[in-house]
DNA sequence: ATAATAATAAACAAGGAGTTCAAAAACTAA
DNA sequence: TTAGTTTTTGAACTCCTTGTTTATTATTAT
């Protein structure tokens, strides 16, 4: 890819990263970022339709980057390596522990609807093959489903949002299966 | 109060309770408020500093109203009558559905944070001498509690989102005592 | 080197937010 | 009813943001 293009992406990214660290996603105009980013704002609008849009690309970014490292994992390990359900949660809360500024400034505003649906469906297809719904016959699946996905996520929200910098992920995954542990026993 | 007052205020909550019914907040803009509520436009900017203070309004008018029918409750009826935990939550579900209409058009938009943060400050109050921490005694305590109050408001915002209008309050309720019974026997 | 592509500044139109003001209308209290 | 107060109204206005366009300059890949 030309460097001019990879540059200005790159740039604009860092420049929203920045943003939502310091003030709400609404107060953010596409002028702050073309100025925190240093672009013209023609360069900007040939990249992105609008400020939603390089919150859709970072999000995927966070996501992309999970999914590779999961299959790195799976590629590169034996198979005696411990690689469960448990293991990939944590390994997920170590990656957003990186982007954890950002995150939070976003979680905190209007625009973490975003990452939250996209967090929502990432899970959703990690619990598929994984929760058992024994326990809970007399309730319709859907809202176990439900109720497994949102729980772990509000965990992962409550993480991130109050300053339990102290909690280690691995802390956290134990403490989503202690909540829930009728949703995985038979 | 002025007659005048209360009659612009009651068709301006109107007006946001029709628009946000047909469209996401983020696309309704004051003008629309205005000319659904037929009045003037400094009328509206004498009244409201926003289109979020009107949501403000909206919301805080539903709890008013479980607040004050809760106290109805304990005031009007005899000591044999249940009108405990659950009973409280299957009674707040009720007035949901009410509002149900507004309430799935704010929900689907930026304009839910409002509702939803209003809802888990009602829920925490409710929850403090409700919930039993023995049996996570493993888990800090404000995990826990966040844990409660935050599978109930998701399990309201399934059920409103989703076209589950055959599910009724009372099953909502015993669903939730069922998903977390832990939280709820010593 | 050159042809293609990207970045840029500047100007532009369209539209929403919020304010101001004087005149008209509706209210209250006597 | 009247007189005085308060609210409503429409219109005009400023400021800001969005998104587009254009001609020019700079960078890139080969």
Redesign the interface.
Known sequence: MDRRISKTIKSVKKAFSNLISEKAY?DITVQDIIDEADIGRATFYSHYKNKEEVVNALVNDIFEHILSHNLDIENHHDFSQKHNFSHRIEHMLYHFEEDKDMLIGLLNS?GG?IFLSALKKHLADAFKTNISLSK?D???E???F??AV??LM??I??WLK?DNCC?KPEDVA??YF??NKDLFTE
């Open positions: 609404k209007e609807e809970f007399k309730i319709p859907n809202i176990v439900n109720h949102t729980s509000q965990l929200l409550f109050e909690i134990d403490y202690l909540l």
